[in-house]
């Protein structure tokens, strides 16, 4: 088993910044690929950024391509998600996963988070 905890959202204003978080416990935390997802009211749950086991490999959506950036500290169990200029639409739910590929696929990965509200004002 591994545990996610998310934090770090908030309330901003369009075009501030935000890092987001997420502390793993449980089995070895570098053995797996870490995923940000986002989900909106209404809306289907949304990848945003994945990062590989030792972090060279990192995707994302395109439309946080150039804001975002995920990363990753072994030493410290722990996965970020910097998110920069950030949107009224990037409002949601996110939520970060563990898997053991790098995909934007949410099926493939077998451990989530509880998530962390983000909310852009414009």
């Known amino acids: 088993q591994v545990q996610l905890v998310e934090s770090g959202g908030g309330l901003v204003q369009a075009g501030s910044s935000l890092r987001l978080s997420c502390a793993a416990s449980g089995r070895t935390f570098n053995n797996y690929a870490m995923g940000w997802f986002r989900q909106a009211p209404g809306k289907e749950r949304e990848f945003v950024a994945a990062i590989g086991q030792n972090g060279i490999r990192r995707i994302y959506v395109d439309s946080v391509k150039g804001r975002f950036t995920i990363s990753r500290d072994n030493a410290k169990n722990t996965v970020y998600l910097q998110m920069n200029r950030l949107k009224p639409e990037d409002t949601a739910a996110y939520f970060c996963?563990?898997?053991?590929?790098?995909?934007?696929?949410?099926?493939?990965?077998?451990?989530w988070g509880q998530g962390t509200q983000v909310t852009v004002s414009s």
């Open positions: 996963a563990a898997g053991l590929i790098v995909t934007p696929n949410p099926t493939l990965y077998n451990y």
